[in-house]
């Protein structure tokens, strides 16, 4: 186990982690606001440190309440606009852990994209185990937001390899989805 954890830490070598973007810190807010960092250790005298997501730990916390909030809001999966899923999908996977390589995958075949068309031009197709094979089963005839949240939180968070250059339209297309899911996700008049 220690072996392989080891060859993948080596195999997918992330850049040094940046500072957040103002719309990461929005997202991060939204998510405690909505109680998703309520079991977190760091949160103190419930006040949200954003020192503490200057390192791994505290950005994995982020994508573990961006999972679980995906998991708790499936409605906003339909109002999400395509155009924008579709060109960040088309762009390839986040990462090349078998988790965020098989959301990516599972949200290609939902917009019926064969996986050749976006392997063949990875940047990181030299280094993963899964290129160009496609994924059979849950999920892949529905489009899931915890799927979504599993891509455009590592895009979002910078967690991405260092070899891997997301172009700006690709980065756009993240941003967009991820202020429609907030907005998607606020309380209304009607829910008060």
């Known amino acids: 186990m220690k072996k392989t954890m080891k060859a993948s830490r080596e195999r997918e070598k992330v850049r040094a982690l940046k500072g957040l973007s103002q719309l990461a810190e929005i997202f991060i807010r939204h998510l405690y606001a909505k109680g998703y960092f309520k079991e977190a250790s760091f949160v103190e ?30 409605d906003i999966a339909k109002w999400l606009p395509g155009s924008h899923l579709k060109k960040v999908v088309l762009f390839g996977c986040a990462s090349l852990d078998k988790s965020n390589v098989f959301a990516a995958k599972r949200l290609r075949k939902f917009f019926k994209i064969q996986e050749n068309t976006v392997c063949s031009r990875c940047m990181l197709k030299d280094s993963c185990k899964y290129a160009n094979k496609s994924v059979w089963g849950i999920g892949t005839n529905n489009l899931l937001l915890v799927d979504v949240m599993k891509v455009i939180t590592l895009y979002a968070l910078d967690l991405v390899p260092a070899k891997l250059t997301v172009p700006d339209e690709v980065k756009d297309s993240i941003n967009q989805l991820l202020k429609v899911v907030i907005k998607l996700s606020q309380p209304t008049c009607q829910d008060s």
């Open 45 to 74: 005298d419930n006040k949200l440190n954003f020192g503490y997501f200057e390192n791994s730990y505290g950005r994995d916390f982020i994508k573990f309440a961006a999972y679980n909030f995906g998991k708790d809001h499936q």
